[in-house]
């Protein structure tokens, strides 16, 4: 991913030291699941704040043994442990990343996806944070009408990939748009692209199939 790279060391940062919204760490967290090639950065950036606690005037905790009973009464694997997302649930469906579970569920098969345009399908799962996440289901060839945003958008893709001005993504990738980008991303051919999106701010229509649907897609 050699796209927005100061853009995207600022979220692995903000992953790291647990400071982004809810919706955008587990997005982050999925990312991580689904691509090793920022596995080994994020490590790093905890190992950095695991040496700056360690300097850290100690702080006394009534209930320390309730505490880290709580810490470790669950198994947490090692971030170089996890291995790639499989590519299809238990159930046939596209997988969910584990990182996305508690917002998405376990399954897609189920989910209440509405028709925005032909060939483009949401999932809304409501605020978060200040942030809105759902899904997106983008048949193989298909075109999202031209938008901007009036704030950020984060987008994983899940399965399938899509190219818009700035590039190509692929599953694993997250692709960043704000205010300054005015795109039309296009699904791959050959297969169905669903991706994860974050925004903090709403979408703005910008070209003329987008103006006429924009009543629909509000």
């Known amino acids: ?23 955008a760490q587990a997005l982050v967290g999925a990312h991580l699941e689904m691509s090793d090639c920022n596995r080994s950065y994020v490590n790093s950036l ?6 700056e606690l360690e300097d850290a005037e100690p702080v006394s905790i009534s209930n320390r043994d309730e505490f880290l009973g709580s810490i470790f009464s669950g198994a947490v694997d090692d971030l170089n442990d996890n291995a790639p997302a499989a590519e299809l649930s238990e159930k046939g469906g596209p997988a969910v990343p584990e990182s996305l579970q508690s917002i998405i569920g376990s399954s897609m098969d189920q989910l209440p996806w509405k028709t925005l345009l032909p060939g483009v399908k949401e999932c809304k799962f409501g605020e978060i944070d200040g942030c809105a996440s759902s899904l997106l289901w983008v048949r193989a060839g298909r075109a999202m009408p ?9 987008t994983l893709v ?21 205010g300054d980008v005015d795109h039309k991303p296009i699904a791959d051919e050959g297969e169905d692209c669903i991706c994860f999106a974050v925004t903090a701010g709403r979408l703005q229509l910008t070209g003329p199939v987008g103006r006429w649907f924009a009543p629909f897609i509000r």
Do not use: I, R
């Open 1 to 23: 991913m050699e796209k927005n790279v100061t853009g995207m060391d600022e979220l692995l940062a903000g992953y790291a030291a647990g400071t982004l919204t809810y919706p």
């Open 46 to 51: 905890e190992t950095l704040a695991g040496f």
């Open 146 to 154: 031209s938008h901007t945003h009036h704030g950020t958008e984060l």
């Open 158 to 178: 899940l399965t399938g990939g899509f190219k818009d001005e700035d590039g190509h993504y692929v599953a694993g990738d997250v692709a960043f748009a704000d």
